[in-house]
């Protein structure tokens, strides 16, 4: 599985992608803002993006959020690792789908399985 991580936050990209590694998944891009996301799943074409920071102003969800003014972003499959729990987040980004999406919440992952697991059944959906 090809993995692009998005995360704002140097240390907590770099652990996401360490965790991922050790639990098989490779990461094969990341992105440190909203603006690198779209080029960077053009060329990859991953099969999931691993998003965080949700809901927070000038992180990379808002990419997620606006799948429809980003044709890169259009049908990938994707998985948002919050710190928030934002039902009306959530609810905008499902109606405004067109890819397979999910939404985990950090405190509540207790093992790195929860993740991988998250990541895997969202790219079959894809």
């Given at each position: ?17 360490t965790?991922l ?9 990341e992105?440190?803002?909203v603006?690198?996301?779209p080029?960077l799943?053009?060329?990859?074409r ?7 920071s949700?809901?927070?102003p000038?992180t ?6 606006r ?8 049908g990938?499959?994707?998985v948002?690792?919050?710190q ?11 109606e ?5 999406v ?25």
């Amino acid at each position: 599985m090809r993995v692009l991580v998005g995360e704002d936050r140097l240390l907590t990209r770099e652990g996401i992608i360490t965790l991922l590694g050790r639990a098989g998944v490779g990461a094969v891009g990341e992105a440190g803002d909203v603006e690198g996301t779209p080029a960077l799943v053009e060329r990859h074409r991953p099969v999931a993006v691993h998003s965080t920071s949700a809901c927070l102003p000038g992180t990379l969800t808002r990419a997620c959020g606006r799948r429809r003014d980003l044709p890169a972003m259009a049908g990938y499959a994707g998985v948002i690792l919050s710190q928030y729990v934002e039902v009306g987040f959530v609810l905008a980004l499902l109606e405004s789908n067109t890819g397979s999406v999910g939404y985990l919440v950090k405190e509540w992952v207790l093992e790195m399985a929860m993740l991988s697991d998250a990541l895997r059944r969202v790219s079959a959906c894809a």
